[in-house]
Structures are given as structure tokens and as C-alpha cells.
């Protein structure tokens, strides 16, 4: 167990409606980062947190995605509007400031999520 | 071309056998390198970050040639709880602070007795 918590563990949920997940990452971890992860992929960059600021959005993250971290701890991802092709494992890393490229991100346990 | 390409397997191997894992990577302004692990419906973990001089942990022994853009996992005395899903990945530091993780597709390792 990592530290990283991420709730939902699961959802399941009808085309057009509207999800949030929460991620809890390690306490002292200052970076929070979420990924995305479809069947026979590797995860895929979404969005990166430093603090309370989202300092990185990929092209993957439509608007109809929109990720905060009020506080600087947890963090929320809302999907609006689902389609099918959000179904996916989305997972959520936290890490540690420290030397510019060897830092260690941990993963939590990921929210799986199927749109019908 | 994605950016970092791995054979996605799988690897069906005996107990004890040594295999070996090759990526390779497009981006050459990428600064660090690592292999995680991924068990089945499971979230990735680090097994081990990658040097160019080569870094070795037990029986796990990785590679980085950087000018041909490849890294390579080699394990040695294969057990069956090395059965996984092994995914290559290369870190870019953004600008501002942090990293962004790019992971091949991964290649899925069965060990049999």
C-alpha cells in the first residue's frame, strides 16, 4: 500500500451523466498528478498539480474534464457529460519535490470507470 | 510513432529462465528512466529506475543506451510471482516544476512452473 488513496474504487454509470473521483495522495506530498488508463494501454498523462495549482493539462483532457485541488491535498476529477469512450482506469500519482527528474511517483489503486 | 514502444508479448516462460524486455523511445529530450510493474487490475509500481551505466537489483538488471534511444530489463531466475505486466517509461520535467510520466503499452510476462 502506497499511501495513495482514490475513491471510488469503481463506477459504473449511463452515457451523459456526470462522475467525480476523489484522489488522497501520500500527506507530505506536495505534486499530484492524474492519469488515464484504457485496456492494453499503458496510463496516459492527464493533468499535474503542484500544490494547489494545475500547472499541466494534456490535449487528452477535454472540457469536459475538469480536475482541482482546493487545499493542496486531495484532489476531485469530474467527467461532464460521459461517453463510452471515457470508460477507463483513472489513476492518481503523488510525489515529492525533489531532484528535477528522479522523483518517484506513487500510484493509488485507480478508479475504474464503465459508461453504458 | 508513439513515443515509447515496447512488444506487448505475451512472454510465456518456465520457472527459472532469464527474459529479457526491449523499448525503445522517440523523444531524445527525455532526462530519466524507469521500469514499474503492474499486476493485473492493479495500480503500476516502480521496480527500478534506469542509468546509463547500467543499475542492477537482484535479479533484475536494466540497461539505457542513449544513443540509440533503448532500454532493456533483463531477469534472471524467473519465479512465477514475476508474473506481470512490465511497462517501460521515460520522464520529461515540465517547465515549471514536476514530471510527466510517458509508459509504453507494456509487455506481459507469464512464468509456468
Known amino acids: 500500500d502506497t499511501g495513495v488513496s482514490q475513491d471510488p474504487r469503481h463506477k459504473i454509470t449511463k452515457r451523459g451523466q456526470n462522475v467525480t473521483f476523489r484522489c488522497d495522495p501520500i500527506?507530505?506530498?506536495?505534486?499530484l498528478y492524474w492519469y488515464r488508463q484504457t485496456l492494453g494501454q499503458g496510463p496516459e498523462f492527464l493533468t499535474y498539480?503542484?500544490?494547489?495549482?494545475?500547472?499541466?493539462k494534456s490535449r487528452l483532457l477535454s472540457d469536459r474534464f475538469s480536475a482541482e485541488r482546493p487545499k493542496g491535498s486531495f484532489s476531485t476529477l469530474e467527467i461532464q457529460r460521459t461517453e463510452q469512450g471515457d470508460s477507463a482506469m483513472y489513476l492518481c500519482?503523488?510525489?515529492?519535490?525533489?531532484?528535477?527528474?528522479?522523483?518517484?511517483?506513487?500510484f493509488g489503486p485507480g478508479t475504474r470507470l464503465l459508461v453504458l | 510513432r508513439k513515443e515509447v514502444e515496447q512488444d506487448p508479448g505475451p512472454f510465456n516462460v518456465p520457472e527459472g529462465a532469464t527474459v529479457a524486455f526491449n523499448c525503445t523511445y522517440s523523444?531524445?529530450?527525455?532526462?530519466?528512466f524507469f521500469w514499474y510493474r503492474q499486476d493485473c487490475r492493479k495500480e503500476p509500481k516502480l521496480l527500478m529506475s534506469?542509468?546509463?551505466s547500467g543499475n542492477e537489483d537482484g535479479r533484475f538488471t536494466a540497461q539505457l543506451n542513449r544513443a540509440s534511444q533503448y532500454i532493456s530489463l533483463l531477469i534472471r531466475d524467473s519465479k512465477l510471482s514475476d508474473s506481470a505486466t512490465y511497462l517501460c517509461?521515460?520522464?520529461?520535467?515540465?517547465?515549471?516544476?514536476?514530471?510527466?510520466?510517458?509508459f509504453g503499452t507494456g509487455t506481459q510476462l507469464k512464468v509456468e512452473l
Open positions: 498539480f503542484q500544490n494547489e495549482a494545475q500547472l499541466e
Open positions: 523523444n531524445s529530450a527525455s532526462q530519466s
Open positions: 534506469v542509468y546509463s
Open positions: 517509461v521515460v520522464n520529461r520535467p515540465f517547465t515549471g516544476g514536476g514530471n510527466k510520466l510517458t
Open positions: 500527506s507530505e506530498h506536495n505534486r
Open positions: 500519482a503523488s510525489s515529492e519535490q525533489g531532484s528535477r527528474h528522479m522523483e518517484t511517483q506513487y
